[in-house]
Structures are given as C-alpha cells and as structure tokens.
C-alpha cells in the first residue's frame, strides 16, 4: 500500500510552539498579529500563536516548495540568558521537527518580544 504524508503548516506550527514552551526561561509566546492578540483576549489562545511558518524558495523548483522557515515570537522569563535561552529552542525546535515531522527547516527565528517574572 502506498500513499503520501501532508503536514500542514498549522501542524507543524502546534508542533514548535508546543515545543518552545517546554524550554527553561520561556514564559510564553506572543501574538503575532491583532488577530492573535484578540483571540487571546477572548480566551481562544493557541498552542500555534507566536508561530509563523513560511516557505523558502516557493517559486515553483521542485523540491524547493518543501523547505520551511519558522519565526517565534517569544516572552522570555526575566533574569534568563537571552542568547542562550534563544540557542536552546532553535536546537530543540530543529531537532524535533525533524525527528517527529521528518522535515529540515531552513531557518529558525526567535525573536524576543518581552521580558516578564515566571
């Protein structure tokens, strides 16, 4: 029997943020846009807010169209090494990705919106 695999951008963006919350020094992730921040404030947060999932190279080469990026948007807890708690979630974020999704991301973002107490 043969078939095909699709993951979805929004799986795969659960699958990071999920991850990126297990990570010592991360308080949460957040809103990337007003639609995001609303849905928060209604209480409809998600495990794939503070994610954003892009595709490198999708002009059509074969091969190519499979190449994601991913950007996190995080609030990282106060007192924690920025730059350290930042390598943490690219390595583990990486590492999951491709043990779990069998997929290579190209690049891995994380960006440090906030700073608060645990």
Do not use: F, W
């Amino acid at each position: 029997m043969s078939g095909s695999i699709h993951i979805t951008e929004g799986a795969l963006a659960s699958l990071i943020g999920l991850t990126a919350h297990e990570i010592p020094g991360v308080v949460g992730m957040a809103p990337v846009n007003l639609r995001e921040g609303i849905q928060r404030v209604l209480g409809r947060a998600q495990s794939r807010d503070g994610v954003v999932i892009g595709r490198e190279g999708a002009g059509g080469k074969e091969g190519a169209a499979g190449r994601y990026t991913a950007d996190l948007y995080v609030v990282m807890a106060y007192g924690v090494s920025i730059p350290t708690v930042a390598n943490n979630i690219v390595e583990r974020v990486e590492h999951v990705v491709r043990s779990q999704a069998g997929i290579e991301l190209a690049a891995t973002r994380v960006h440090a919106v906030g700073v608060s107490h645990a």
